[in-house]
């Protein structure tokens, strides 16, 4: 079933080439070489995916090739560090997810700092997390009920894995908020929504693209979304805020970044650059039926979000104790 699952995404990959599209501009000293991106996690997961499609993109306007490279492990740190220590000159850029602002205070030494290694360069999408349940092991219809048969007797939830926003997520909800216990069990993003297919364990925290399909089909019920606002790509599905919980947001997005001390010039070119791919309507249209969200936003704003997303998640850690160690 993983295998299936892992086809599809990396077939969605292959789609979104052909949709993101920039129009040519005239080139500037820089790029004078191909640009690699280097992607913190395997293919087929959402970062390559949106990392792939957005090299395509790049590629006509920067004049150069854009490559996209797979570094994956430990929780996204090994690319992480590999593009901190590469030269601040524009050919190396980092593609990773919200686990860049969480890993430096899950890891006892993470072997970055997310405030002064890196210059963010752009935001390019989320996606909330759902919180999902097999109706055969679970019949419950919203949140309330949830944490109703969570109070009466002991209930197990698969996450996207140790210190994902699947997981804080749902021990902030759950543990701080409606102060009832539910037992973690860490699995992968696609292998997270297989278990509760599976019925391994009865309710699920993913984010929303790999859930997506099955909460479609009707093989998982989505109780809730963890975004503000609920997602064009199940408008059915309420929020947590909506369920009680006013103000609660767990999302997972994604962000480039380069090296401390890559020019302006560059950073805030390939901001540009990308900020026009992701307003474009088509765009727009392609990433909300696939649960991302576009989110185009200047370097300043996407600098303060990423600190506050810093500031938030290590709290949440402090409170639950997790660990990657």
């Known amino acids: 079933m993983g295998r299936i699952i892992m086809g599809r995404r990396a077939a969605i990959a292959g789609a979104a080439v052909g949709w993101l599209a920039a129009p040519a501009f005239a080139q500037a000293p820089w790029p004078d070489k191909p640009v690699r991106i280097l992607v913190a996690f395997p293919p087929g997961a959402s970062t390559d995916v949106l990392a792939r499609a957005l090299a395509h993109a790049l590629a006509p306007v920067l004049g150069q090739p854009v490559v996209v490279e797979n570094r994956p492990g430990a929780g996204g740190n090994i690319a992480t560090v590999a593009v901190k220590r590469s030269p601040p000159d524009g050919s190396l850029f980092l593609a990773h997810s919200v686990a860049f602002s969480v890993n430096p205070s899950l890891f006892r030494n993470a072997g970055y700092d997310a405030a002064t290694d890196f210059e963010p360069v752009a935001m390019l999408a989320s996606t909330p997390n759902i919180i999902t349940v097999n109706t055969e092991k679970l019949a419950v219809a919203n949140l309330g009920e949830l944490i109703a048969q969570a109070r009466t007797r002991p ?3 698969g996450s996207s894995g140790i210190g994902t926003t699947t997981h804080l997520g749902m021990e902030l909800l759950f543990r701080s908020l409606a102060r009832v216990e539910v037992q973690h069990v860490p699995f992968g993003p696609a292998q997270a929504v297989t278990a509760v297919v599976g019925g391994q364990v009865p309710i ?3 984010s929303l693209p790999p859930a997506l399909p099955m ?9 809730a979304v963890t975004s503000l606002r609920r997602d064009p790509a199940l408008p059915d599905v309420p929020t947590v805020a909506e369920q009680g919980f006013p103000g609660f947001e767990a999302l997972t997005w994604f962000g480039l970044m380069a090296p401390h001390g890559t020019p302006p010039a560059i950073t805030d070119r390939m901001n540009a650059e990308i900020n026009k791919v992701l307003t474009s309507a088509e765009t727009r249209t392609r990433l909300d039926a696939m649960g991302f969200v576009p989110d185009a ?3 300043p704003a996407f600098a303060a979000y990423l600190a506050e997303e810093v500031t938030k998640w ?3 850690v402090r409170a639950s104790g997790a660990s990657a160690e």
Not at 215 to 223: A, E, T
């Open 155 to 157: 209930l197990d939830y």
């Open 204 to 206: 699920g925290s993913t």
């Open 215 to 223: 909460v479609r089909d009707g093989r998982l019920r989505g109780i």
């Open 297 to 299: 936003r200047d370097r």
């Open 314 to 316: 290590a709290g949440v």
